[in-house]
Every structure is written in structure tokens, then in C-alpha cells.
Nanobody, 127 residues
Framework: QVQLVESGGGLVQAGDSLRLSCAASGRTFSSYRMGWFRQAPGKEREFVAA????????YYADSVKGRFTISRDNAKNTVSLQMDSLKPDDTAVYYC????????????????????WGQGTQVTVSS
């Protein structure tokens, strides 16, 4: 089992940057595929970015591609989301999630694929 704690959210202006971090407990962090999701008021939770166990593979939603960067440090049990050129539409609660599945055919954009979730961190982008 892994526990996830997000940090780094806040209130920024359009065009600014933020870096979200997710700290994971346990000694098996490197065995989890990781993802970031977000949920705006009145909307469903949506995929933002995902990263493979080694960090060698990354995936992004079209809406954030070229602006956001996901990374991980398995030695420090952390996964990060660097968010640049923020837009008001990026306003949401951001969640990190861990997937313990070890097989092929990873459905990284499906929330149901993930086994563990953090409590979320609020990101608000003003225009």
C-alpha cells in the first residue's frame, strides 16, 4: 500500500508557473506507475499526465501538452508536475495517483486504472 500527499498548489495569474509535488510513503514507490488528474467544480475528474515506473515514458492530455511536464525521483519517492503558461482553464483540484498494475496495455488516462489517490491540492489561475 502507498500513501500519497500532494503539495505546491496555490493562486497564480495566467501565464505563471507552478510546480506540484506528490510524496509517496513506502519502499516500493518505483514499482508504481504514477499519474496526475484534476477536477474542476461541476466536472468529472480528468487525466492530466502519467509516467512509467522508470520515468522513461510520459503521457499528456492534449490540453496540457507542451506546457506541463511530469517527472519522478524514485530515490526520493516523489512525482512532480511542472506547470508552465498556466491558463484559467487549468483551475482545478489536482490529484496524484498510483497504479500497482504490472502488466502491459496500461490505460493511463482512466481514473479507474489507479489504486491509490492523494487528497488533492487546489490550483487557481486568475485571468
Amino acid at each position: 500500500q502507498v500513501q500519497l500527499v500532494e503539495s505546491g498548489g496555490g493562486l497564480v495569474q495566467a501565464g505563471d508557473s507552478l510546480r506540484l509535488s506528490c510524496a509517496a510513503s513506502g519502499r516500493t514507490f518505483s514499482s508504481y506507475r504514477m499519474g496526475w488528474f484534476r477536477q474542476a467544480p461541476g466536472k468529472e475528474r480528468e487525466f492530466v499526465a502519467a509516467i512509467t515506473r522508470s520515468g522513461g515514458g510520459t503521457y499528456y492530455a492534449d490540453s496540457v501538452k507542451g506546457r506541463f511536464t511530469i517527472s519522478r525521483d524514485n530515490a526520493k519517492n516523489t512525482v512532480s508536475l511542472q506547470m508552465d503558461s498556466l491558463k484559467p482553464d487549468d483551475t482545478a483540484v489536482y490529484y496524484c495517483a498510483a497504479d500497482r498494475y504490472q502488466g502491459s496495455g496500461w490505460s493511463f488516462s482512466r481514473p479507474g486504472e489507479y489504486d491509490y489517490w492523494g487528497q488533492g491540492t487546489q490550483v487557481t489561475v486568475s485571468s
